[in-house]
């Protein structure tokens, strides 16, 4: 199995930054890298797919890129409503795999 | 409007056997390429996806669960049910139905708000 580890687990920023996230599959992977935010007592939200497709409604500085076996979430001009959880997911042959999550707080 | 749902025990004892519904609304599981799984997340912790099922009765688990999961659908109710069998304190967690989108490269587009179990005796 894929596995997908993320880093840095935490983060703190200030409003305005641009704040890079970074999940690395434990192999190379096909592009099917997904990201989510989640606040807390909620339900994770879809921000990319298909590791740079931006998901309809998602503010625009949210971006996804990367290839192989190492992809990034970079939030631009962070706002105070970027705070949450962040995941990465793979998907490959009708299983899911999560990372561990990366914490982000705003300064 | 695409939602999800789920209910069932908020309490199990260790060694039960859990069973939560998925009752979903805006779309169809007879509808080629649609699917419903489940995904849990331990309190303060990771997420972990469980099992999924498709239309076509396609079924897939997690490998580390897949000797106590068992996933099924009645499509005519809408809804998906998955059980989990003997259960321990460490299953205690919130469990999340949601909708892959083939176009999203089966992402999750659409998430039940969770339900919240607990396994204590």
């Known amino acids: 199995d894929i596995q997908m580890t993320q880093f840095p687990s935490t983060l703190s920023a200030s409003v305005g930054d641009r704040v890079t996230i970074t999940c690395r599959a434990s192999?190379?992977?096909?592009?099917?890298l997904a990201w989510y935010q989640q606040k807390p007592g909620k339900a994770p939200k879809l921000l990319i797919y298909?590791?740079?497709s931006l998901e309809s409604g998602v503010p625009s500085r949210f971006g996804g890129s990367g290839s192989g076996s190492e992809f990034t979430l970079t939030i631009s001009n962070l706002q105070p409503d970027d705070f949450g959880t962040y995941y990465c997911?793979?998907?490959?042959?009708?299983?899911?795999?999560f990372g561990q999550g990366t914490k982000v707080e705003i300064k | 409007q695409i939602t999800l749902k789920e209910s069932g025990p908020t309490l199990v004892k260790p060694t039960q056997t859990l069973t939560l519904t998925c009752t979903f609304s805006?779309?169809?599981?007879?509808?080629?390429?649609?699917?419903v799984g489940w995904i849990r997340q331990p309190p303060g912790k990771a997420l972990e996806w469980l099992a999924f099922?498709?239309?076509?009765?396609?079924?897939s688990y997690s490998p580390s669960l897949m000797s106590r999961l068992t996933i099924t659908k009645d499509t005519s109710k809408n809804l998906v049910v998955l059980t989990m069998t003997n259960m321990d304190p460490v299953d205690t967690a919130t469990y999340f139905c949601?909708?892959?989108?083939?176009?999203?490269?089966?992402?999750?587009?659409?998430w039940g708000q969770g339900t919240l179990v607990t396994v204590s005796s």
């Open positions: 949601a909708r892959p989108y083939f176009t999203s490269g089966l992402a999750w587009d659409y």
């Open positions: 805006g779309f169809s599981l007879s509808t080629s390429g649609v699917g």
């Open positions: 099922i498709f239309w076509n009765e396609d079924k």
């Open positions: 192999q190379r992977t096909n592009s099917w």
């Open positions: 298909k590791v740079s």
């Open positions: 997911q793979h998907y490959n042959s009708y299983s899911w795999t």
